[in-house]
């Protein structure tokens, strides 16, 4: 079964620094990676996908993040932080047979002004 | 419209009533998805719906959970005899087609249930 770990319930960084948030995966195939943020009582939003191709996926709201497959791991990342990034990040895989998501835990971040 | 639009938004229902939270995806999209957020369960997928079949709805807790899609576009998800553990976050979203065509998945703002 597809599966990806969020090895991180927080993280906290000052703004203005740069951010990483951590997701490893565990797939059979190639996989499809997604990150989705969700703001306080609101829905999930879409971030950026990894399908194939460039190893560096850019995003919304200027993250991206870098696929690396010797180390199953796509982490989010951002050059410089902003207050306004808090909330909760997912990282999900397209589960193989189906179009349905199979999500981590997901990671608080929190931004310092 | 411009997004996945869910109602309610907000529901409170007594135990053992029934509910039904409807979902209209965005214009054109195919694929359609139930998820249920709770706190110690995080994000659980329940249905996936292609038009209005339902190849994949492994994912719904007991015969108490059912959800249908009609005209290939609005769908609701109906809870029989609501129970306590239902209170969670119901999240639908969509897509134009199969994800694994490089279609992006798109949620909607939840509808928050809550069972007392």
């Known amino acids: 079964a597809q599966s990806v770990a969020q090895p991180e319930d927080q993280v906290n960084v000052a703004e203005g620094n740069p951010l990483t948030v951590k997701c490893t995966y565990s797939?059979?195939?190639?996989?499809?990676l997604f990150w989705y943020v969700q703001y306080p009582n609101r829905g999930l939003q879409f971030l950026l996908k990894?399908?194939?191709?460039?190893?560096l996926v850019k995003g919304s709201y200027g993250f991206e993040a870098e696929f690396n497959k010797s180390q199953t791991s796509f982490h989010l990342k951002k050059p410089s932080a902003l207050v306004s990034d808090s909330a909760l990040y997912f990282c999900a895989v397209l589960n193989s047979g189906y179009s349905t998501l199979t999500f981590g835990k997901g990671t608080m971040l929190l931004v310092s002004p | 419209g411009a997004g996945v639009s869910q109602s309610p938004s907000n529901k409170v229902t007594e135990k053992g009533k029934d509910v039904e939270l409807r979902c209209d995806p965005i214009?054109?999209?195919?694929?359609l998805y139930w998820y249920r957020q709770s706190l110690g369960q995080g994000l659980e997928f329940l249905i996936y719906f292609q038009g209005n079949s339902a190849p994949d709805k492994s994912g719904l807790p007991s015969d108490r959970f059912s959800a249908e899609r009609t005209g290939g576009s609005v769908s609701t998800l109906t809870i029989q005899r609501t129970q306590q553990e239902d209170s969670a976050v119901y999240l639908c979203a969509s897509s134009l087609g199969s994800a694994f065509s490089g279609n992006t998945i798109y949620f909607g703002e939840g509808s928050w249930l809550t069972v007392v």
């Open positions: 797939v059979s195939g190639n996989p499809y």
């Open positions: 990894y399908i194939t191709g460039d190893n």
């Open positions: 214009s054109g999209h195919t694929a």
